[in-house]
């Protein structure tokens, strides 16, 4: 004994020779006492930490400038460090209440030790969990972090936490050295690969994607094989959730987006354009050269006159004009001057291969509004108005006979 224990221990015996018990009562009496000493030591430790020296923490905190100190130092993570001193202190103190020697005292000392180690072991697990999750609160408050899919990551190292808590606390209870179990998981890593292989899989998907900044959180993916479509909300070790346009949620193994091709739509949102590529059928009968009353009557027409102001030197020169070329010139300055279409982008006006379905024109721009509602009114009004506007260039635009077509 070290002269604490000398000096706790003859205190003891005094107390209990004058209150008249055996010498085996007494020895009992006293680890118990002791024992229960410590308790209310560390009891008292923990009362003074979380009372005093945690609040004193929490405002020297709050009263710095960085924000990094008020997630990584709050309430949970703290109190989960301060479980750890009261195990700390018993399993130090524990030697003083049983002397080596005696047998049944090494045995129950051996007892309380196993428990105050699991404990302390599970203590421990706690704390490292809770800064893990502080530390990815943290990181996805930094922009160079935000949307990135590092909840995976957090995820993962729980989970390696958590295994090698399991592996200490079965090498207490089976009073084994834990390489043993280390040697016996190794033995048998086919079994546990097969048995942790989404998670294998999801934390290697997971780095890949982070890396090659391939996918974020709020970014818009589609996966027409798995009929994904919409906003991706959380990447995490063992699925990536996306929320639908319908609002369902679809759920996907990380792995999935590695092995298989997807759209991510987020640089066309980020670009302030969304293509617009549509394509009207033509009847290719309709299409001639300009004859002099259509010329007049576009001359006349509020829409078209300037249109004919612009093309004045390829009529007086004689150089042949149809129909079609000027409906062309026209659609292309009415994209042009649109509001709602984006002028950084390209605007095109094109033929296609003719069919046996017409002539098809294609309309390429890009809406300056990236959302779906507007973007889908831009298109319909494009159209709409290639529609309307066909027949006053004599243009006829191509269907399929209706059956009140074919009776006719």
């Given amino acids: ?231 991706v909300e959380e990447v995490a070790l063992t699925i990536v959730k996306v929320r639908g346009w319908d609002n369902t949620l679809q759920m996907l193994p990380p792995y999935v987006l590695i092995s298989e091709s997807f759209d991510n739509w987020q640089a066309m949102r980020e670009s302030g354009g969304r293509r617009i590529k549509r394509s009207v059928n033509f009847d290719l009968t309709s299409i001639s050269f300009l004859k002099p009353e259509l010329e007049a009557r576009l001359r006349e027409g509020e829409q078209t006159a300037e249109l004919m102001q612009a093309v004045e030197s390829l009529t007086a020169e004689g150089k042949p004009i149809t129909n079609l070329d000027l409906f062309v010139r026209y659609m292309t300055r009415y994209l042009e001057q649109h509001p709602r279409v984006s002028h950084n982008l390209l605007i095109l006006v094109r033929q296609l291969q003719p069919t046996q379905w017409g002539l098809p024109v294609e309309f390429y721009c890009f809406s300056s509004n990236v959302n779906w509602v507007p973007y889908e009114q831009l298109q319909a009004e494009i159209i709409s108005h290639v529609a309307a506007l066909a027949p006053q260039f004599d243009l006829r635009l191509f269907q399929y006979p209706l059956s009140q077509d074919v009776k006719q």
């Fill in 1 to 231: 004994m070290n002269g604490l224990d000398r000096i706790v221990q003859e205190w003891i015996d005094k107390l209990l020779t004058r209150m008249g018990c055996s010498d085996d009562l007494a020895s009992s009496t006293d680890r118990w006492i002791i024992l229960l000493l410590i308790v209310l030591l560390a009891l008292l430790t923990d009362l003074i930490i979380r009372h005093i020296i945690l609040r004193v923490a929490r405002k020297i905190v709050s009263k710095t400038k960085a924000s990094w100190d008020d997630i990584l130092f709050d309430n949970t993570v703290m109190r989960r460090l301060c479980n750890i001193v009261s195990p700390i202190l018993i399993y130090t103190l524990l030697p003083i209440a049983f002397a080596p020697g005696d047998g049944g005292a090494n045995e129950l000392h051996t007892l309380l030790k196993n428990f105050i180690e699991i404990y302390l072991i599970i203590a421990v697990l706690r704390f490292v969990n809770s800064f893990l999750q502080a530390l990815f609160e943290l990181l996805e408050h930094r922009p160079e972090w935000q949307g990135k899919p590092i909840k995976g990551l957090m995820q993962t190292g729980q989970v390696a936490a958590s295994c090698i808590a399991a592996i200490l606390i079965i090498s207490i209870l089976i009073d084994r050295s834990p390489a043993i179990l280390l040697t016996g998981i190794g033995a048998s890593a086919a079994v546990m690969m097969l048995i942790f292989k989404d998670s294998i899989l999801g934390l290697v998907a997971g780095v890949q994607l982070s890396v090659n900044n391939m996918l974020k959180v709020g970014d818009w993916i589609s996966m027409p094989s798995r009929g994904v479509d919409g906003v």
